[in-house]
């Protein structure tokens, strides 16, 4: 069965500090991995997603297929990034559509 | 193309009452996902459709929870009696094509609040 797990359920950080949330994922198959992030009273918008393998608003994320992670991570946080983090894999299923997301993670800059 | 669509943005029922979600996948989309959000827990998937098909509906509720994506028209999500336990925000989100990898697309959501 497809899982996702974020362990930090809030996660603050000062403006300007490096931030990291975490990502793991239990898969048989070779998944696709994405982080949605969801800004206040705003709806569910796709950040990035691993095959693309791009940097947005200055967030990368690597799979880690070893580790079975796919932790986000920015070097400078701002306080524009206080949103709600999710981590999603695609797969699975007898049609391989099944999304699974993480329960999230509450990311708040601090001043 | 104006996104995917959700009405209304905020329904309000008392307890015994029936709800109905609508959902308009984005032009050229054939696959809608419903999802429901408590308050302060993450996205739960409850049921994946295509047109005329429920294709997993693994994460809804087996009483009272009923989806629909009629060849014409939006996909519908409809809570029968509804519970105040009910109360979330719940969100449609489609995709264009089959398979992993698809990016799903998301509706504003509706707030729902049972009195």
């Known amino acids: 069965a497809q899982r996702v797990t974020q362990p930090e359920k809030l996660l603050s950080v000062f403006k300007g500090a490096p931030v990291e949330l975490k990502c793991n994922y239990s898969?048989?198959?070779?998944?696709?991995l994405f982080w949605y992030v969801q800004y206040s009273r705003q709806r569910l918008q796709l950040l990035l997603r691993?095959?693309s393998r791009e940097s947005i608003k200055g967030f990368t994320a690597d799979l880690n297929k070893g580790e079975t992670s796919f932790h986000l991570k920015k070097p400078f946080a701002q306080e524009e990034d206080s949103a709600m983090y999710y981590c999603?894999?695609?797969?699975?299923?007898?049609?391989?559509?099944?999304?699974?997301f993480g329960p999230g993670t509450r990311l708040s800059v601090l001043p | 193309n104006a996104g995917v669509m959700q009405n209304p943005r905020h329904l309000v029922r008392r307890r015994g009452q029936e709800a109905r979600l609508r959902c308009s996948p984005m032009?050229?989309?054939?696959?809608v996902y419903w999802y429901r959000q408590l308050p302060e827990e993450g996205l739960k998937f409850m049921v994946y459709?295509?047109?005329?098909?429920?294709?997993?509906e693994s994460g809804m509720p087996k009483e009272r929870f009923s989806a629909e994506f009629p060849k014409e028209g939006p996909s519908i999500l409809r809570i029968q009696q509804v519970v105040r336990g009910d109360s979330a925000a719940y969100f449609c989100?489609?995709?264009?094509?089959?398979?992993?990898?698809?990016?799903?697309?998301f509706g504003p959501g509706t707030r729902l609040t049972v009195l």
């Open positions: 989100a489609s995709s264009p094509s089959l398979g992993g990898g698809s990016e799903q697309f």
């Open positions: 898969y048989s198959g070779s998944p696709e």
């Open positions: 691993h095959i």
């Open positions: 999603a894999l695609s797969g699975g299923g007898n049609y391989g559509q099944n999304f699974v």
């Open positions: 032009k050229g989309h054939s696959h």
């Open positions: 459709l295509q047109k005329e098909n429920i294709i997993d």
